[in-house]
């Protein structure tokens, strides 16, 4: 994935963190949960009564917004330097990670440091770390 750093804007950067930011919040003040994403699609697998609607609503709106978004500016190109069997087999190695950390980059990196759980402050850390070591080694080894 290249990023193309000519065109980029840290003041829509900064929009959409504060935009995440304001929604996490305004789901945990309003509906009392945690804006997890793994979790709310985990939870999907085995629904409980009355939980299918605003699961389905949230991830809707995850998938709506680059579309929205789309209709006031046009979308930045993106580019993925991958084949589909090192696409899926990474999908597969996030879901099995966010799984075994009890939760993915949004709740333990944006919930979870926003309410001071240590066991985030863990999580994210090795989120972190491991995304630079990886790029470090696909850099320098391959």
């Given at each position: 994935?290249?990023?193309?750093?000519?065109?980029?804007?840290?003041?829509?950067?900064?929009?959409?963190?504060?935009?995440?930011?304001?929604?996490?919040?305004?789901?945990?003040?309003?509906?009392?949960?945690?804006?997890?994403?793994?979790?709310?699609?985990?939870?999907?697998?085995?629904?409980?009564?009355?939980?299918?609607?605003?699961?389905?609503?949230?991830?809707?709106?995850?998938?709506?917004?680059?579309?929205?978004?789309a209709l006031a500016a046009p979308l930045p190109p993106a580019t993925v330097e991958?084949?589909?069997?090192?696409?899926?087999?990474?999908?597969?190695?996030?879901?099995?990670?966010?799984?075994?950390?009890?939760?993915?980059?949004?709740?333990?990196?944006?919930?979870?440091?926003?309410?001071?759980?240590?066991?985030?402050?863990?999580?994210?850390?090795?989120?972190?770390?491991?995304?630079?070591?990886?790029?470090?080694?696909?850099?320098?080894?391959?």
């Open positions: 994935m290249n990023l193309d750093w000519q065109h980029f804007t840290p003041w829509t950067s900064l929009l959409g963190g504060v935009l995440i930011g304001l929604a996490a919040a305004a789901f945990l003040l309003l509906a009392g949960r945690v804006a997890g994403v793994s979790g709310i699609l985990g939870g999907l697998l085995r629904p409980r009564r009355g939980d299918l609607a605003w699961r389905l609503a949230f991830l809707g709106g995850l998938a709506a917004a680059p579309l929205l978004y991958a084949g589909p069997a090192l696409l899926v087999a990474a999908g597969l190695l996030v879901g099995l990670g966010t799984r075994y950390g009890a939760g993915c980059t949004s709740g333990h990196g944006i919930c979870g440091i926003a309410r001071r759980s240590p066991r985030s402050y863990v999580a994210t850390a090795v989120f972190v770390g491991a995304g630079f070591l990886t790029v470090f080694l696909l850099r320098h080894l391959s």
